[in-house]
């Protein structure tokens, strides 16, 4: 069954830095491009970050654009998403998630991101 | 950025009713649209893309039409299942942007 679990979630202060990690499983990561996406608590969906299927080029949002890095680790077929310089409205759940053909197919449970002081 | 906008914000339906959700893009973004459900607590779960194919799975009972600004998503008759938020999400322009969500609750 394929399948995305979110890990590395947590509470963290403004300014601090947090690594959230995905892990496929039941397909490999290395063919798909794959997302970040983001949920602030009662609210809705906002993109935040893509890699390329080739690993290499990486498109943000403005947003996060400096502050977030995706990355892949193909033999260990997990996603990343380094978050450094958080603020508050950084705090929400956040899903990894698929790309087939531009559009988001798969998507994971998410993991919690608690930004507060 | 292309804005999505979703109406209603809030619709109340009974089941067996049939249900019409819009959705428009502040630009042209082709037939590059898909639709999700999420549930309280769950992944959103991809019901159309294409503006109107089907994903994996999902009965017959949804179905998506439109292209470039406007589009819809009709789900012919609610099951007590279906009630949820949707989305829309366009993928033809960077960044990627979502619609704001429909809100479908029992009446």
């Known amino acids: 069954q394929e399948q995305l679990v979110e890990s590395g979630g947590g509470v963290v202060r403004p300014g601090g830095s947090l690594r959230l990690s995905c892990a496929a499983s039941?397909?490999?990561?290395?063919?798909?491009?794959m997302h970040w996406v983001r949920q602030a608590p009662g609210k809705g969906l906002e993109w935040v970050a893509f890699?390329?299927?080739?690993?290499?080029?990486?498109d943000y949002p403005d947003s996060v654009n400096g502050r977030f890095t995706i990355s892949k680790d193909n033999y260990k077929n997990t996603l990343y998403l380094q978050m450094d310089s958080l603020r508050v409205e950084d705090t929400a759940i956040y899903f990894c998630?698929?790309?087939?053909?531009?559009?988001?197919?798969?998507w994971g449970r998410g993991t919690l991101v608690t930004v507060s002081s | 950025e292309v804005v999505m906008t979703q109406s209603p914000g809030t619709l109340s339906v009974s089941p067996g009713e049939r249900l019409t959700l819009s959705c428009r893009t502040s630009?042209?973004?082709?037939?590059?649209l898909a639709w999700y459900q999420q549930k309280p607590g769950q992944a959103p779960r991809l019901l159309i893309y294409?503006?109107?194919t089907r994903a994996t799975g999902i009965p017959a009972r949804f179905s998506g039409s439109g292209s470039e600004t406007e589009f819809t998503l009709t789900v012919s008759s609610l099951q007590s299942e279906d009630f949820a938020v949707y989305y829309c999400h366009q993928y033809a322009n960077w960044p990627r942007t979502f619609g704001q969500g429909t809100k479908v609750e029992f009446k």
């Open positions: 039941g397909f490999a990561l290395k063919p798909y491009g």
């Open positions: 630009q042209s973004v082709s037939n590059s």
């Open positions: 294409g503006a109107s």
């Open positions: 998630a698929r790309d087939v053909s531009w559009y988001i197919e798969l």
């Open positions: 890699l390329w299927r080739d690993g290499v080029k990486k």
